[in-house]
Structures are given as structure tokens and as C-alpha cells.
């Protein structure tokens, strides 16, 4: 009988440090997504600034282009850079509305994380910073393709206004 006592005492001491452990590492991974969550507050206002600048830089290109029309262009590669421009800012399009996907699918994620298994929170949070990455890495391009389209838009009209004044 004290046999079996003890195999049971053993048995249930080693049951509370096994839940001892996992709930230690729950703690872990709850304190590693809460990082995320603060370094996701900060993508997503970026984000946000990002759309704004977007929306504005679409803008100042269709006023560009319509000013354009209206001239008679000598360059041909003005035409080649303003289609270049106008692929460049559909595809910043199409990344803004994924990234918009990306977060909404996180704010999906963050539901319930206290309950899942330490495999899933490990699993969310690795998609968490994956997701991060992605997103800071395309925000850096599309600041730099934006860049450099504002500069192109300045060396065309540099280009126009020589153009004019040379027949005049």
C-alpha cells in the first residue's frame, strides 16, 4: 500500500512541475507576444502614414500626367518613365491592401492566444514576426520607389521646361 502511495505522490509531484513548467513558458510566450503587440501598434501607424502618403503621391502623379496631356512632349521616354510610374503605384496598391489584410488577420490572432497551446502560440508568434518583416521590409521599398518617382517627376518637368523655353 505505501508503495503504491508513493508512486501516486511521485506520480502527482511530477503532474504539478510538468503544469509548473508549461505554465512558466505560457508566461514566456504571452510576454513575447506582448512585444509583438506594442512592435505591431507602431507598424500599424506607419501603415497608416504610409496610405496617407500613398494617397497623396497617386494624387500628385494624375496631376502630373494630366498636365502631361496637355503638352506637346520631343522625349519619348518621359511617356516610358510616366508608365513606369503608374505600374509602380498600382503595385504599392496592391501591397497597401495586403498589408490591410495582414493586420486586420492579426487583430484575428490576438483572440484567445492566453488559451492556445504552447505549439500554437509558438506558431502564431513566429507568423507574427514573419508578418512584421514582410511588412517593414515592403514599406522600406515603396518609400524608396516613391522617392525615387518624385525624383523622376522633378527631372521630367526639369526636362519639359527646357524643352519650352528652348522654343520659345
Known amino acids: 500500500m505505501k508503495t503504491i502511495s508513493r508512486t501516486l505522490l511521485s506520480f502527482f509531484t511530477f503532474l504539478l512541475v510538468l503544469v509548473g ?14 512585444k ?20 497623396e503621391m497617386t494624387q ?11 503638352m506637346e512632349l ?4 518621359i511617356l516610358e518613365d510616366v508608365a513606369k510610374h503608374e505600374a509602380i503605384l498600382k503595385k504599392h496598391e496592391a501591397t ?18 492566453e488559451e492556445k497551446s ?19 521590409s515592403e514599406h522600406e521599398e515603396m518609400e524608396s520607389e516613391h522617392n525615387m518617382m518624385m525624383d523622376e517627376h522633378q527631372a521630367i518637368l526639369a526636362k519639359v521646361d527646357t524643352t519650352t523655353t528652348a522654343e520659345m
Open 96 to 113: 497597401i491592401e495586403g498589408h490591410d489584410a495582414m493586420i486586420a488577420a492579426h487583430e484575428e490572432l490576438k483572440a484567445g492566444f
Open 36 to 55: 509583438l503587440e506594442m512592435q505591431h501598434d507602431s507598424l500599424e501607424q506607419v501603415h497608416a502614414e504610409f496610405k496617407t502618403v500613398h494617397s
Open 21 to 34: 513548467c508549461e505554465n512558466t513558458q505560457k508566461k514566456e510566450l504571452a510576454a513575447k507576444f506582448d
Open 74 to 77: 520631343q522625349d519619348s521616354t
Open 60 to 70: 500628385k502623379h494624375q496631376e502630373f500626367t494630366t498636365a502631361l496631356e496637355g
Open 118 to 136: 504552447e505549439a500554437e502560440m509558438e506558431a502564431q508568434l513566429e507568423e507574427m514576426m514573419d508578418n512584421h518583416q514582410q511588412l517593414i
